[in-house]
């Protein structure tokens, strides 16, 4: 299961209610968090269950969502009210998502100043040491010669 698939599931399992058409013979998609289940007047006409949902795909010129498991496929129409709450939670979802990456981009950032603070005090310890073996190195030179 891929990164992209993982976000989709966990985006449907947000996604709470029931959605319907105020038409007559129209489908009603219930929203449990668990399941998305599709009923016809009193009728449940299909049900499926997030976690054994393969594949999800948006047709958006016709404002369908296709929800695909292994046996079975649910075409969501999606209506004004289940619009409005996929794009509220898109949007809290893009600002948590956002909100992750500027922390993990700020720990980054503090890795390679922790890096760089190493490699100065690496170098500082080497210059003092290549100093000293200088200094006794002139010491001995200047005792045998002088």
Known sequence: MNAAHSENL??????????????MWSSEYVFTGEAVIERRGERIRNQMRISDIVETSARLGSNQMVLKTNNSKMIIQIVPSLNEVITKLAAEFNANKTESERQHLE????????????????????????????????????????
């Open 10 to 23: 966990e985006f449907l399992k947000r996604i709470r209610g029931c959605f319907g058409s105020p038409r």
């Open 107 to 146: 720990q980054e950032a503090r890795q390679k100043v922790s890096r760089f603070k190493r490699l100065r005090l690496i170098g500082m310890i080497l210059n003092v040491l290549i100093t000293l073996a200088l200094g006794i190195l002139i010491i001995w030179w200047c005792r045998k010669h002088y």
